[in-house]
Nanobody, 125 residues
Framework: QVQLAESGGGLVQAGGSLRLSCAAS????????MGWYRQAPGKQREAVAR???????TYADSVKGRFTISRDNAKKTVYLQMNSLKVEDTAVYYC???????????????????WGRGTQVTVSS
């Protein structure tokens, strides 16, 4: 079973910085992609930043130049460095991974998408 543990959220003033971390654990053969998403009150969940196997990175236009996603493959961890935070960045931030895991048949493998529980980021003016 795959679990994701997020940390690093909190309250920060506009213009400040936060660094989110998300560590994956469990039976994982490999991770094909990792990403951060966010959901603000009354809004749909949106992709913030994603990094896939060949290190291709994409960012939402609203965070380009301010946020940086990175990963540590050995630690199965993805990070999101958030600088120059704005009030509109306030949201619950979720990490997600696309991982190759054992099963469902013995000796087999399958690809699954797994989500963390989210961490609150609040930016005050």
């Amino acid at each position: 079973q795959v679990q994701l543990a997020e940390s690093g959220g909190g309250l920060v003033q506009a213009g400040g910085s936060l660094r989110l971390s998300c560590a994956a654990s469990g039976s994982i053969f490999s991770i094909k992609g990792m990403g951060w998403y966010r959901q603000a009150p009354g809004k749909q969940r949106e992709a913030v930043a994603r990094i896939i196997t060949d290190d291709t990175i994409t960012y939402a236009d609203s965070v380009k130049g301010r946020f940086t996603i990175s990963r540590d493959n050995a630690k199965k961890t993805v990070y999101l460095q958030m600088n120059s935070l704005k009030v509109e960045d306030t949201a619950v931030y979720y990490c997600a991974i696309l991982a190759v895991v054992p099963g469902p048949s013995v000796g087999g493998s399958s690809v699954g998408e797994y989500w963390g529980r989210g961490t609150q980021v609040t930016v005050s003016s």
